[in-house]
């Protein structure tokens, strides 16, 4: 569990717990923040994926003995999903979360009190003290419709207060009426059903109460009463497990009694409550005159539209995930090289060996995977705070629902899915908006087989190497522009394929039905958003970046170990050599330079000592200028030919004869360039004989029919924590150091030059495609999978994404490099 706050104690003993209720967009969860001054603990409720958030209420700035639930939104007892359902279990007593609730608060949209007042009455027959917090009072007075609280609070027979949750008006009074509500005497039903409802609801709350199960009478009436009117509902089933099939056969007969006096199971209770509901409020509500048309749906008007909301709702896309892309950029880049930073400076604190290795390429490496992820979540979830808070998400999914719907969801899809071609793993977070289960299920699964921005270097990279510029169409785009489109848009067709196949077998199920109330627009409360970002961040980093953190340190040690001395000493005796031979060729230089010198010798005067410490100086700002540079870029070149121009101009101002000059710079470059080999080809020569080089050497034969040999597997093995990382690896394993990035002149040569044993290149667009196929379906991201364990709060769900879309991958490379081979 996240603990968002410090660990304050409250000032008084004797807890006690108080239930917050309320439908969806009621303003719910910004009530909690404000009662509980934004300190709260966040973690699941036992057995399940729904979120759970508690905090103390805070009286007088202080967090008192009374703790405060935030239960899921629910429309109604009747548990249209899991959400209301666990609202009535807890409620009632199955979920021994906490002893007992003491005082229910229920949350009601001034703006849309009539709809809201339906759970209210249904919660009033709990049998637990309950009060009112009349919320958006604002947004009800700003569309003419003035309340009369007083007759309100009269009428249910509870205490109501008006609160305005989002400029914190009338908190205090509501600390004040919960503190004096808590003991009180339990609220009376309002409404009063037919005799025969009555009657059955009654015989039924008997056998329930009287079936060895610890519920109270009013609960055990409340239960009967929903499973009486909802027949297949999931009350009905969960009763009936626990019971025996001896009580659906008791409801049948119940409620054949209820139909045969000529009431509908269907359409009683909204029928009782409604009437009830519309005589009250024709006496509490007071409108400004004629009826007219609300700022909201004045706005609806336009972005629900089929053709205006759609593009409003692109435009807004476009300007979040051009924010993510041109936004998060420089800060991943800023926390990358400073984790790099950092890493190095810690390592240089520890002597060479594998503990300086772990601290660099492990800890740090493993905290900079997860904090890389933290700029695109941060700033889609700023968007989608915003967006929410304000009232527009739910416009969204109204607009998307009827093109979701062709794939078996609703609407509420539609925005994970998009934001997962920025990251899947705040895609995967934004699942939490959809309320049905199996929805939220195949969305998360579906969600990885977008091609997310760590997939793009290695597009980049093959294309690059392999795919020619050739133009189509005219020249409205050449081919590597097309195969990039293919390749997103593969993985757009086959998760239609794979929701498609999840809706009919293993999360098979009805469609429900895609009931939405569309709140009233509002300005969005800024503390509200920032810390809903500042909470997402968080858990992330404390939950799925535990995960990511240790997979990255298992990759390490299966590529660093067993680490044989022999190679250190093999590349120690390289340089060697290629010492002894430079200073062998300086040695002729020199006696050359005496014999034209007549006699005064270079060495002698210490010119050539000088002539390299001024190099060796020139060399290492070279170094510090070009950290992180592509040696293919122009300011690379620039800053190489600066430095070989100064080079040239220490040896030319030592006075040296010209060929002489010439003769040492050119040793110099030699040794140089000899020194930066053995120094590339030393991790390179590591890696080939860690236990990581030798998996790739055993998955050869498995890896053969995609066109693949043992390096390219033994880069995607180690590019399962991040799938860029495949880049750097194949940079280490071709002895070009891991500073290589997708667009490195040096890396695409090597990989064209790359042979298998027999001469034969092992790189062709073949293979490129091949590659391509299986990192566009491959699930090579350990975030990603963290994260989906955090969301289902089960191993069994990653395992399952990882395994088909492993089997998707390998069986879509297979194809792809086997036909395009036959092709060639």
């Known amino acids: 569990m996240l603990n968002t706050a410090a660990n304050s104690s409250p000032i008084t003993t004797g807890q006690q717990t108080v239930a917050l209720l309320g439908n969806p967009n009621t303003g719910k969860s910004t009530l909690f923040n404000a009662l509980t001054g934004y300190h709260q603990r966040v973690g699941n409720y036992p057995g399940v994926t729904v979120e759970k958030r508690t905090g103390f209420l805070r009286r007088e700035g202080k967090p008192s003995s009374i703790e405060l639930v935030d239960l899921p939104g629910a429309y109604s007892l009747a548990a249209g999903g899991r959400d209301e359902a666990l609202a009535l279990e807890l409620l009632v007593g199955h979920r021994k979360t906490f002893d007992s609730v003491d005082l229910i608060v229920v949350v009601v949209d001034a703006a849309n009190l009539g709809r809201n007042l339906f759970f209210t009455l249904q919660l009033l027959e709990i049998g637990c003290p309950l009060i009112v917090a009349l919320n958006m009072m604002d947004v009800a007075e700003a569309e003419g419709v003035r309340i009369d609280v007083d007759a309100l609070s009269k009428e249910l027979g509870v205490p109501v207060v008006p609160v305005i949750a989002t400029k914190q008006r009338g908190i205090d009074a509501l600390v004040q009426g919960i503190t004096k509500s808590l003991g009180g005497p339990p609220p009376q039903p309002r409404g009063a059903f037919p005799e025969c409802v009555r009657t059955e609801v009654d015989g039924l709350a008997a056998t329930l109460a009287g079936n060895g199960r610890d519920v109270s009478r009013n609960a055990a009436r409340v239960e009967a009463l929903q499973t009486l009117l909802g027949p297949g509902g999931y009350h009905e089933r969960r009763l009936v497990e626990q019971?025996?099939?001896?009580?659906?056969?008791?409801?049948?007969?119940?409620?054949?009694?209820?139909?045969?006096?000529?009431?509908?199971?269907?359409?009683?209770?909204?029928?009782?409550?409604?009437?009830?509901?519309?005589?009250?409020?024709?006496?509490?509500?007071?409108?400004?005159?004629?009826?007219?048309?609300?700022?909201?749906?004045?706005?609806?008007?336009?972005?629900?539209?089929?053709v205006a909301g759609l593009t409003i709702f692109v435009l807004l896309m476009t300007v979040c995930f051009q924010a993510i892309y041109s936004g998060a950029g420089p800060l991943m880049e800023t926390i990358d090289s400073g984790l790099t930073v950092a890493g190095q400076t810690v390592a240089s604190w520890v002597p060479q060996g594998p503990i300086q290795s772990l601290l660099a390429n492990g800890v740090f490496a493993g905290v900079g995977a997860v904090l890389a992820f933290l700029p695109q979540i941060l700033i889609l979830f700023l968007f989608l705070a915003v967006l929410e808070d304000c009232g527009y998400m739910a416009r969204t999914a109204f607009l998307l629902d009827r093109w979701m719907g062709f794939v078996g969801l609703n609407g509420n899809s539609f925005v994970p899915l998009l934001s997962s071609f920025a990251c899947a793993v705040p895609g995967i977070l934004a699942t939490r908006t959809i309320e049905d289960r199996r929805d939220r299920l195949v969305t998360i699964l579906i969600a990885p087989l977008m091609s997310c921005s760590a997939r793009l270097p290695v597009y980049i990279l093959m294309i690059g190497a392999f795919v020619p510029a050739r133009p189509l169409l005219g020249g409205l785009i050449t081919l590597q522009a097309a195969l990039l489109l293919g390749l997103y848009l593969s993985g757009i067709v086959v998760a239609i394929a794979v929701a498609l196949f999840l809706k009919k077998t293993f999360l098979r199920g009805e469609t429900p039905s895609f009931f939405m109330e569309m709140p009233s627009y509002k300005w969005p409360s800024v503390k509200t958003v920032l810390y809903r970002v500042y909470a997402q961040g968080r858990e992330f980093c404390a939950s799925a970046g535990t995960i990511i953190v240790a997979v990255t340190i298992v990759v390490w040690a299966l590529g660093y170990y067993p680490h044989p001395p022999s190679i250190a000493a093999k590349h120690q005796a390289m340089e060697t050599a290629a010492k002894a031979d430079y200073q062998q060729q300086?040695?002729?230089?020199?006696?050359?330079?005496?014999?034209?010198?007549?006699?005064?010798?270079?060495?002698?005067?210490?010119?050539?000592?000088?002539?390299?410490?001024?190099?060796?100086?020139?060399?290492?700002?070279?170094?510090?200028?070009?950290?992180?540079?592509?040696?293919?870029?122009t300011s690379w070149l620039e800053a190489r030919r600066a430095a070989d121009r100064n080079i040239e101009r220490i040896v030319n101002e030592a006075g040296l004869p010209g060929q002489t000059a010439r003769s040492v710079f050119a040793a110099t470059q030699d040794f140089e360039r000899r020194i930066r080999g053995i120094e590339q080809g030393g991790p390179g020569a590591y890696l080939r004989q860690s236990f990581l080089g030798r998996i790739g050497k055993w998955i050869e034969p498995v890896v053969t029919p995609l066109g693949w040999d043992w390096r390219i597997g033994t880069a995607v093995v180690a590019a399962f924590p991040a799938r860029e990382i495949v880049i750097a690896t194949m940079g280490t394993i071709y002895n070009m150091g891991d500073e290589q990035n997708e667009n490195s002149a040096g890396l695409h040569q090597k990989l064209q030059q790359a042979t298998w044993p027999d001469g034969r290149p092992v790189f062709n667009i073949a293979v490129a495609l091949s590659i391509m196929v299986f990192f566009s379906l491959c699930c090579q991201c350990g975030g990603t999978l963290a994260t989906i364990k955090r969301e289902t709060q089960s191993w069994r769900w990653p395992v399952l994404t990882f395994a088909y879309m492993t089997v998707l991958a390998y069986v879509g490379a297979l194809a792809t490099y086997q036909i395009a081979s036959s092709m060639i």
Do not use: M, Q
């Open 243 to 306: 019971c025996g099939a001896t009580l659906a056969a008791e409801l049948d007969e119940r409620r054949k009694r209820i139909e045969s006096a000529g009431e509908s199971l269907v359409e009683v209770e909204a029928r009782v409550r409604y009437a009830w509901i519309d005589d009250v409020i024709g006496r509490v509500v007071i409108s400004s005159g004629t009826p007219r048309r609300t700022k909201s749906e004045t706005i609806d008007r336009l972005v629900t539209h089929r």
């Open 586 to 633: 300086l040695d002729r230089i020199a006696r050359t330079f005496d014999a034209n010198a007549e006699g005064e010798s270079i060495a002698n005067h210490g010119k050539v000592a000088e002539i390299l410490a001024e190099i060796e100086r020139t060399e290492d700002r070279f170094s510090d200028a070009v950290v992180d540079v592509d040696e293919t870029s």
